[in-house]
């Protein structure tokens, strides 16, 4: 059976299925929970980050949303992964040696090929900011495949359909050395997206304006999130972005109840990240927001 056949199931399900929540949202006729969970790079906090084993864990417990992070490699593939070199505080070469921080920051993932680059164990060694996490080799996935990975376990699982939040790792500086320009970088990603089939069920994010006026302008279709780290006010973020994004996604210690309800009036989500404790969680739905975004989601989903 074709991916896209296994798509239209799953969306047949999870339409089907919808949210747990009566109180939903919709756009281009999808609807969007009226609380969003999130698996920050699929639940770093219990399976190694931006994986598919992480996100097919993230599934199973009920998230609305998988959240991750993309960069281009030397060959022009879309991969999930966070930092733009190889991280040494978690990964190891594929004999399982270790190497040291700084031979990883010259191991760029924009200089490699991506059957070298999917050779790399990214699950396996010791992360001591995520103690909890489960070990298990895993590899750096093209978006493509981790794509097709959830949506065939969503239909063999009988599971419904989740959310896409995919961000851009860009920004002005990197240019030409860490990823390509962001036109092509968007192109590509959009490529992805399309061929799969999922474009209802995608947000992309990011802290580089330029990606999202580029989707806004090219494919409004596709919803946006705009993620800040400094205190600023609403008008100033809106201005900063040209336009008013699906969602803005701040991070959480800068959301305060004036923030959320000016998002609200303006018929903006706000969903901050990263909220990985059950006191942070409790505030932040005290102030109102529309989501969470988590190491944990378990802390979110298990009753």
């Given amino acids: 059976m074709s991916t896209k056949i296994n798509f239209l199931f799953s969306l047949g399900l999870g339409l089907f299925c919808a949210c747990k929540s009566s109180k939903l949202s919709t756009k281009?006729?999808?609807?969007?929970?009226?609380?969003?969970?999130e698996a920050h790079r699929g639940g770093r906090g219990l399976y190694p980050e931006n994986t598919i084993i992480a996100m097919k864990n993230a599934v199973d417990l009920g998230v609305n949303t998988l959240e991750m992070d993309t960069h281009i490699t030397k060959d022009s593939e879309v991969v999930v992964t966070h930092d733009d070199y190889l991280?040494?505080?978690?990964?190891?070469?594929?004999?399982?040696t270790f190497f040291s921080k700084a031979e990883g920051k010259e191991k760029l993932i924009y200089q490699i090929n991506y059957q070298e680059l999917k050779s790399y164990d990214v699950g396996s060694k010791f992360y001591s900011s995520f103690p909890q996490q489960q070990k298990v080799k895993a590899y750096i996935p093209r978006l493509a495949d981790l794509i097709d990975s959830v949506q065939n376990y969503l239909q063999t699982n009988k599971k419904p359909?989740?959310?896409?939040?995919?961000?851009?790792k860009c920004s002005p500086k990197g240019d030409g050395v860490l990823h390509p320009?962001?036109?092509?970088?968007?192109?590509r990603l959009i490529s992805v997206i399309k061929d799969k089939g999922i474009t209802p069920f995608v947000i992309i994010q990011s802290f580089d304006k330029r990606t999202l006026q580029i989707i806004h302008q090219k494919h409004p279709e596709i919803k946006t999130a705009f993620l800040v780290a400094q205190k600023n006010t609403y008008e100033?973020?809106?201005s900063d972005l040209g336009f008013k994004p699906f969602?803005?996604?701040?991070?959480?210690?800068?959301v305060d109840e004036e923030?959320?309800?000016?998002?609200?009036?303006?018929?903006i989500k706000i969903i901050p990240w990263t909220v990985n404790t059950l006191e942070e969680i409790k505030q932040m739905k005290s102030l109102g927001v529309d989501g969470i975004i988590t190491d944990y989601p378990n802390l979110l989903t298990t009753k």
């Avoid at 359909?161 to 851009?168: A, G, L």
């Avoid at 320009?181 to 192109?187: A, I, K, L, S, Y």
């Fill in 28 to 37: 281009n006729g999808v609807n969007f929970p009226a609380f969003d969970v």
């Fill in 161 to 168: 359909q989740v959310f896409y939040n995919i961000e851009t």
């Fill in 236 to 238: 100033a973020y809106i």
């Fill in 181 to 187: 320009n962001p036109d092509e970088f968007v192109t």
């Fill in 87 to 96: 991280n040494a505080d978690f990964i190891l070469n594929k004999d399982g």
């Fill in 259 to 267: 923030l959320v309800q000016k998002c609200h009036q303006n018929n």
């Fill in 247 to 254: 969602i803005l996604s701040p991070a959480y210690k800068i």
